[in-house]
């Protein structure tokens, strides 16, 4: 069974990824390459144990655009998130035994400095017809 | 690693990041802008710290940066003002196979905009000049420059016009557009048509530049092989033009041996590639003219009769006062003055011309040939009168001065 791991950030976040102070501090560049170091590791041991199906990250949420029909005519809206607004900002799919498993990998993707901070699991399925 | 070759370098990946930033991002407007900051961050972080491994892929990421902080304060201001940026999707979607580069000077280009504004676009998106560089290059004011850039990324903004290539119909057409913009900034730097100045070799350079870029990317072009040759040639006389004090020499009394060689033999091996190969369109027809003087050991040896043949084929083309001008000239070589100046009187009755000091100046040179010294002292004057650029006015009243009529 496949199960999507997701992360959330607001812009606000992204900011602090790169080194923009704002309510929050701005990250060093010794933390974002621990931050970098312990992701390489988390998936290298996944891949290794054949659990890893896919881990991306999203460019800042500014770029996003959202599409919606109007008249049948696909409309864009650019950047329709507030600044604070947490949205997707990375997922990690995984294909493992359990969802207590999937669940357990998930954990471990919670930066346990960032007071609050919550991933979301969810299993994947296979066709529509699991439903 | 010297500001020249780090100049050289940027210059010719300014279209290339560009490109890529608004494939993957969209926001033409905003991703120029971006761009050129990140131009001029690598020339201050470059000397400094060394060239990166791979300068393309660090000034993508620096313009993408730079990117999202443009529209992040363009976003806030519209959500203060309430406004929302909403767009409806065009129904044609690109072509897929396209070089950015092309695509970017089409869009530049786009015949919605005023020809002042394609060119100003180009030489900053295209060819990577900042806007300080362009507005000395065309001796307006940095904030007028501005205005026309800013005005002209508007209207490309809010035209929707999708980052690819036009629908295969308009691509002629639109290609041509791109021609004439590389055409207008060729002559404006050869030709300026103000200012103290008779040249700014900075604009031909940049036009040559551009035109060769266009060349690599179709060489199957004929036109596009024709406007470079043409340029080629005709700046291939640049150092036999003026004089040491910065005055106009014409090409007849020109010290043809100043004449670069080397562009000479490019710009007659581009016309002898392109003549044979298609339809004959007035960039290669103004080529071939051009290599007919360039080959010329004298003005009295030039082929006159060839480039009058040639002259006619270009009016067959298009309906041109400057070309039924310079076949007058072509003719009188020919056939002797009378048979031109009677080609001129026709052409003093197009408003479009008529009173340009250019045809003055023709029908001075005209009746000197034919002895008439008086009138030609007084078409010298009066073209003079009427030029815009100093050391052209200088030029002609010297030629008005020499025919003393006492």
């Known amino acids: 069974m496949k199960y999507i791991i997701m992360m959330y950030g607001s812009q606000q976040d992204y900011d602090v990824l790169v080194g923009k102070p704002t309510d929050k501090p701005a990250m060093s560049p010794e933390d974002i390459a621990a931050m970098h170091a312990y992701m390489a590791k988390f998936n290298n041991e996944l891949e290794e144990s054949g659990e890893l199906v896919d881990a991306r990250g999203l460019s800042a949420p500014v770029h996003a655009r959202r599409v919606q029909l109007k008249a049948g005519a696909p409309v864009v809206t ?49 066709s529509h017809e699991d439903l | 690693m010297s500001a020249d070759r780090i100049e050289d370098l940027l210059r010719r990946l300014a279209p290339q990041v560009l490109g890529a930033v608004v494939r993957r991002y969209g926001h033409f407007d905003l991703a120029e802008d971006a761009v050129q900051e990140a131009l001029l961050a690598a020339t201050t972080h470059w000397p400094r710290d060394g060239e990166p491994d791979n300068p393309k892929a660090w000034l993508i990421k620096a313009a993408s940066r730079r990117l999202t902080d ?3 304060s363009e976003q806030a201001r519209q959500r203060r003002e309430d406004a929302v940026a909403q767009w409806t999707l065009p129904e044609q979607p690109p072509a897929q196979q396209y070089d950015d580069t092309l695509v970017l000077l089409l869009m530049c280009c786009h ?13 900053r998106a295209v060819g990577g000049l900042t806007t300080a560089e362009i507005a000395r290059a065309f001796l307006v004011p940095e904030a007028t420059m501005t ?27 639109r290609l041509a557009a791109v ?20 040249q700014r070799a900075e604009l031909t350079a940049e036009a040559i530049r551009l035109t060769r870029m266009v060349h690599v990317l179709l060489p199957d072009d004929a036109e596009v092989t024709g406007l ?51 339809v004959t369109g007035p960039y290669q027809l103004q080529a071939a003219i051009a290599a007919v003087h360039d080959e010329a050991p004298s003005a009295n040896a030039t082929d006159w009769p060839q480039i009058a043949a040639l002259y006619e084929l270009l009016l067959q083309l298009s309906d041109n006062p400057m070309v039924s ?48 010294r008086a009138a030609a002292r007084e078409s010298y004057e009066l073209a003079a009168r009427r030029a815009t650029s100093i050391p052209v006015q200088r030029y002609l009243n010297g030629r008005a001065n020499r025919l003393d009529v006492r």
Request: charged share 25%; glycine share 6%.
């Open chain 2, 325 to 372: 001008l310079n076949h007058a000239v072509a003719v009188a070589m020919t056939d002797g003055p009378q048979a031109g100046l009677d080609r001129l009187v026709e052409l003093e009755k197009d408003e479009r011309i008529g009173d340009d000091h250019r045809l003055h100046a023709v029908r001075a040179h005209l009746l000197e040939m034919a002895g008439d």
């Open chain 2, 111 to 123: 015949p919605s905009l005023s020809p002042a504004s394609q060119i100003a676009l180009t030489l």
């Open chain 2, 228 to 278: 470079l040759a043409l340029m080629l040639l005709t700046d291939a006389r640049r150092p036999a033009r003026t004089g040491a004090d910065g005055s106009l020499i014409p090409m007849a009394e020109q010290d043809r041996t100043l004449w670069n060689a080397g562009a000479i033999a490019e710009g007659l091996a581009l016309v002898a590639d392109a003549l044979p190969r298609s």
């Open chain 2, 147 to 173: 205005r026309r850039i800013t005005r002209a990324k508007k209207s490309i903004k809010d035209s929707r016009m999708p980052f690819g290539m036009p629908p295969e119909a308009e691509r002629a057409e």
């Open chain 2, 70 to 72: 443009l529209l992040r």
């Open chain 1, 78 to 126: 650019d950047g329709p998130y507030p600044e604070t607004q947490e949205v997707l900002a990375g997922y990690t799919i995984v294909e493992c035994e359990s969802y207590d498993r999937a669940t357990e990998l998930a954990s471990r993707l919670i930066n346990p400095d960032a007071e609050g901070e919550y991933v979301d699991v969810r299993p994947v399925l296979d």
């Open chain 2, 179 to 198: 021609l004439h913009v590389l055409y207008l900034i060729f002559t404006e730097g050869y030709a300026a048509t103000a200012g103290p100045l008779l």
